[in-house]
Structure formats: structure tokens, C-alpha cells
């Protein structure tokens, strides 16, 4: 099945390229603290931000927020038809709205008709404590209920001529999460949104939407990702970009890849792995670098990189371009590879 592109402000969705997004935790209002949010999260390399309308004060803020961010912005907006409307007309980009509590059938006329008029998409879908009354009565808390619950929000604004739809079938089950977007997949076109809902926070709400979102990615299921976490938004950004890199999707970066380390270790290689992934986090250049801890399996592992060190008590060797470079005794190791290192990123 062909995908559809939409568009939303200069993003494209459904062309091959996965799209970052993420949503701020300031009230819109307060438009400096929000504008200062959304340009942490652009610096992150967040491509699509989503920002809360509670009342006429957001939705007219989009207005003033706008010409000092450069990504396209997102109105989430539920239970009013007309805060729907103000944010389009003051420059959302697309809107995030649910037609079963947006109003009644002359609501949703009214929301399609300015999303038409102004060009923009509108994002659709379920979540587990969203879906529709009738599926979950039918099938209960289960993918068959997300989907048919998406399915049918999309077609409600279908028939009042909306043809820009993003879709989304969240759950904070994993397990449902994948199963349900991959049930979604095989009976539409639209874009998908993909993420883990409600995964909270720290190391375990991490795993759970790299677990999720990266086995759909795998298999070429999803447009746009949100990583939801509760934290700081910057750290949602931080953590997308780690899953496309694992799956392969980004290649604009420096992987750095290290051992575990373990008793054979004879030289302070977890040290020097975070010292050199410090320095590497925010160059955007296609590089492997390797950080090995013994003789084991150091060597070859260094050989696969452009740059490489494997390590012992009394000397270490860099590697570079798959070939011994030099041995240099441990104590000096750190330097030697940093400036090897250096020249490299030059390049």
C-alpha cells in the first residue's frame, strides 16, 4: 500500500524519513518560557514540536510563538471546537484533536472546514483510555479496539472532505503498542505517529519506548516518533534520536562503540569510553569509533572502525581505518587517541 505524504509546515511524513517530535510542559501562554522550551528542543534536534491549548490565551499565543521557532507547531486541543479553530487561524501548523469529544457532527463540520481552508492536517487516533464506547464494548481493551477506534475518528472527518490525516494507536503496553500499530499498518495509508504512551519515567520508561517503537521501526511501521517521558522534553528528543540510531534510520552521527569491561580489563576504558562519547554526542558526522577493553575481542572489534583502541596494563594500540596505527604505553593512550580523534573529526 502506497504511503501518503502529508505535510506539515515544512515536514514531510510518509516519504521514508522518520521525524522527531516532542510536546512542552509550559503553559503556551507564557509565550517566552515556551518559545525558550521549543529552541532547546530544536538545538536537541526535535523537528516537530506540540504545544497544549486549555484556553483562548494558548490558542492565540501560537500566533506570537511562531516567527521565533523554526520547526513546524502542533495545537493539541481537546473538547473545544472553537480553541480548535482559534489555533488554526493564529498559525498551527497541524492540530491534534479527538472528533468524540471535539463535539458534535457540526463541530467536526466546522473544525474540517478551516483545517481545508488553511491546508493544514489534523492528527487522529486512540489511545487505551480514549478509545471509542462501541469498539470497546465489542472488543475490549485490545489492538482490534485501537484500531478500529483510529479508523474510525479519521472517517469522520473523511466525510466533511479532510484528506490530510496522521494516524496513532498508542497504548503504554508494549506488547499492544506494537500489535496494534502493526494491525493499523495493513488497512491504511496515513502516516503513523508511534510511540509509547503514559512509559513514565527514568531508565524503565526508556526501555519500554525503545522496545516499542524500535521493533515497529524495524519493520518499516512509523512516520513520526514521540519517545513520551516524564521529564524534561529535551530528554524525549535525546532518546528518539538513540532509537533511530540503533535501528539504523540515522547515520549522521559518531557511534562509539565500547566493551562492558570486565576483569580482564587493565586500563581505564570505561573512563575513556564516556570521555569520548562526551566529546562526540553532538557531532552530526558518519563516523565509528571503538573503545576496547583487552586483547580478547578488542582488536577486531577496533579493526571494523575508523578509529580504534584496544587496550592493555602496559600498552594500548589505535587502530585506524581497519589497520595497527601505533602502540603507545597506557599512560599516554588517552592522549594519543584523543589527538588522533581530533584530526579525524576535522577531516
Known amino acids: 500500500m502506497a504511503k501518503k505524504i502529508v505535510k506539515i509546515g515544512g515536514v514531510e511524513l510518509g516519504n521514508g524519513h ?6 512542552t510542559t509550559v503553559k503556551t501562554s507564557d509565550v517566552d518560557l515556551c518559545v525558550a522550551q521549543i529552541l532547546r ?12 491549548v486549555l484556553d483562548e490565551e494558548d490558542a492565540r499565543a501560537i ?26 487561524e493564529a498559525g498551527a501548523d497541524k492540530l491534534r484533536v479527538n472528533p468524540g469529544n471535539i463535539g458534535g457532527k457540526g463541530d467536526v463540520a466546522r473544525v474540517a472546514d478551516c483545517v481545508r481552508a488553511h491546508k493544514i492536517p489534523v492528527r487522529v487516533g486512540a ?19 485501537l484500531v478500529e477506534s483510529a479508523l474510525a475518528s479519521a472517517a469522520v472527518f ?33 502516516p503513523l505517529h508511534v510511540g509509547v504512551t503514559e512509559a513514565g519515567g527514568g531508565r524503565a520508561a526508556i526501555v519500554k519506548s525503545s522496545v516499542g517503537i524500535g521493533a515497529l521501526l524495524l519493520i518499516g511501521i ?38 562492558p569491561t570486565c576483569g580482564r580489563c587493565e586500563y ?48 594500548c594500540v589505535i587502530f585506524e581505518r ?3 596505527n601505533v602502540r603507545v604505553p597506557a599512560d599516554g593512550a588517552e592522549q594519543a587517541f584523543f589527538s588522533r580523534l581530533e584530526a579525524l573529526l576535522q577531516k
Open 127 to 145: 489511545n487505551t483510555g480514549s478509545i471509542a464506547p462501541e469498539f470497546y464494548a465489542k472488543y475490549g481493551r485490545s489492538a482490534a479496539a
Open 63 to 88: 500566533a506570537r510563538i511562531k516567527p521565533h521557532i523554526h520547526i513546524p507547531l502542533v495545537a493539541d486541543i481537546h473538547f473545544s471546537p472553537r480553541l480548535a479553530i482559534l489555533s488554526v
Open 268 to 315: 581505564d576504558c570505561m573512563g575513556l569510553a564516556a570521555r569520548v562519547g562526551e566529546r562526540v554526542g553532538k557531532v552530526r558526522k558518519p563516523l565509528k569509533v571503538a573503545v576496547m577493553g583487552c586483547v580478547v575481542n578488542g582488536p577486531g572489534e577496533a579493526r571494523e572502525c575508523d578509529l580504534g583502541i584496544a587496550g592493555g596494563r602496559d600498552y
Open 158 to 190: 473523511e466525510r466533511c472532505g479532510v484528506e490530510d490525516i496522521v494516524l496513532s494507536v498508542k497504548a503504554s503496553d508494549v506488547a499492544l503498542t506494537v500489535e496494534a500499530y502493526t494491525m493499523l499498518a495493513e488497512r491504511t495509508a496515513y
Open 18 to 23: 522518520i521525524a522527531v517530535q516532542s510536546m
Open 222 to 259: 512509523g512516520d513520526t516518533i514521540r519517545v513520551s517521558l516524564t521529564a524534561d522534553p529535551v530528554e524525549e528528543v535525546l532518546a528518539a534520536h538513540e532509537i533511530l540510531r540503533a535501528c539504523g534510520l540515522e547515520k549522521d552521527y559518531v557511534e562509539v562503540v565500547s566493551c
Open 322 to 324: 581497519g589497520k595497527e
Open 41 to 52: 528542543l530544536e538545538e536537541a534536534g526535535c523537528e516537530i514540536a506540540r504545544v497544549a
